[in-house]
């Protein structure tokens, strides 16, 4: 047996980073996340003077949109903190996209969601609708119902 050395081994060393290192670079990142917020806050601000639109047309618009912003809806509650800002619907059957819109639209207008509750419904709802059509290929979608 050498001296010096462990039973186990060479002990590897931990790496040369200190706390101090750690906590700047948590810093840099929250400044990024910051500055990220504010110019996309002051995206939609600018957008809003060069196109002003009545509060109706900006929320129609926005439904008739395959992602979402949930930040323009009414109903729907965002804290600047929340990382959950928009909610998309691309991935969901073509012919089945209006039918899911229509019900998430009801479900936020009606019952005031959360953005992680309304992205939760979203995605269970499209793992359903690409489930469906390929386990009934026969079922079809009745404007009606």
């Known amino acids: 047996q050498r001296s010096g050395v462990p039973p186990g081994g060479p002990v590897e060393r931990r790496s040369g980073r200190t706390p101090r290192t750690r906590r700047s670079e948590i810093c840099i990142i929250i400044a990024t996340d910051c500055r990220s917020y504010a110019a996309a ?18 929320i129609e618009a926005e439904y008739a949109k395959d992602v979402w912003d949930l930040r323009r809806l009414p109903g729907v509650k965002v804290r600047p903190q929340q990382s959950i800002h928009t909610l998309g619907f691309s991935h969901m059957p073509e012919g089945l996209r209006g039918l899911a819109k229509l019900y998430v639209r009801h479900r936020v207008e009606t019952e005031g969601r959360s953005p992680s509750s309304c992205y939760q419904e979203v995605r269970r709802l499209g793992q359903f609708l690409g489930w469906y059509p390929v386990h009934k290929p026969d079922a079809t979608v009745s404007p009606n119902t």
């Open 41 to 58: 806050f002051t995206a939609d601000l600018v957008r809003d003077l060069v196109d002003p639109q009545s509060p109706e047309e900006i």
